[in-house]
């Protein structure tokens, strides 16, 4: 078997808001931005990772969620409890002080980890975890 990553998810609160740090910020490509149905369907990726989509979507997108876990998904959004991403990255002491520059949430400066890797993390416009992860090599 011979699987493959195509699409991951991120909860966005607003779309423009998080097109504008995706985008704007992180430099990731805008794959689609398409309005079907009332909804808005909205990728975007890495240059480097062509046959990776990040799905940007509400969390009530599900139409088979019920109205009762709809709001309980808002409500972690709001929370910054839903899990985020993390993203490799060439330098981490760079990629932090661009984000920071660039007005990102800071939750943790780069570090190195016992794990092998620096990084350090941010919370993008909707309060997701975004962690930012360089390789110490092994």
Partial sequence: ??????????????HDKALAFYRDVLGLEVRNDVGFEGMRWVTVGSPSQPDVDIV?????????????DKQALEELLAKGMLRGVIFATGDCDATFEHLRA????????????PYGVRDCAFRDPSGNLLRFSQSRGR
């Fill in 102 to 113: 660039a007005g990102a949430e800071v939750i943790q400066e780069p570090i190195d980890q």
């Fill in 1 to 14: 078997m011979d699987l493959k990553l195509s699409h991951c998810f991120i909860a966005v609160h607003d």
């Fill in 56 to 68: 940007l979507e509400p969390p009530s997108a599900d139409p088979n969620a019920s109205p009762a």
